[in-house]
Nanobody, 126 residues
Framework: QVQLRESGGGLVQAGGSLRLSCGAS????????MGWFRQASGKEREAREF???????????YSADSVKGRFTISRDNAKNTVYLQMKGLKPEDTAVYYC????????????????WGQGTQVTVSS
């Protein structure tokens, strides 16, 4: 049973940066595609927005158009940790950010991810 725990969220001004971390334990997380999703206030769980993901060996990293050029995902399999570096933050990036693990290559849909963290709040003030 894979367990994921996010950290690093907080309040930041527009244009600022944050780095989120996701620690994994209890399973073969190093062989999973790892992704980040976000859920804005008032949105349903099913409407979680795909942000970015990275394949098991880090060869492929892919992102939603809304964050390309601003957000970067990386992973350290030795530490079972995935990172999300966010720069140029905008108020519309405000959401709870979730880390998720999938056994599907280049997964992007929430239903393709079987394991989820509890989420960390990111708030961007204007």
């Amino acid at each position: 049973q894979v367990q994921l725990r996010e950290s690093g969220g907080g309040l930041v001004q527009a244009g600022g940066s944050l780095r989120l971390s996701c620690g994994a334990s209890g399973g073969t997380s190093s062989t999973d595609t790892m992704g980040w999703f976000r859920q804005a206030s008032g949105k349903e769980r099913e409407a979680r927005e795909f942000v970015t993901a990275i394949t098991s060996d880090g060869t492929y990293a892919y992102s939603a158009d809304s964050v390309k050029g601003r957000f970067t995902i990386s992973r350290d399999n030795a530490k079972n940790t995935v990172y999300l570096q966010m720069k140029g933050l905008k108020p519309e990036d405000t959401a709870v950010y979730y880390c998720a693990a999938s056994s599907i290559f280049k997964a992007t849909r929430p239903y393709q991810f079987g394991y989820w963290g509890q989420g960390t709040q990111v708030t961007v003030s204007s």
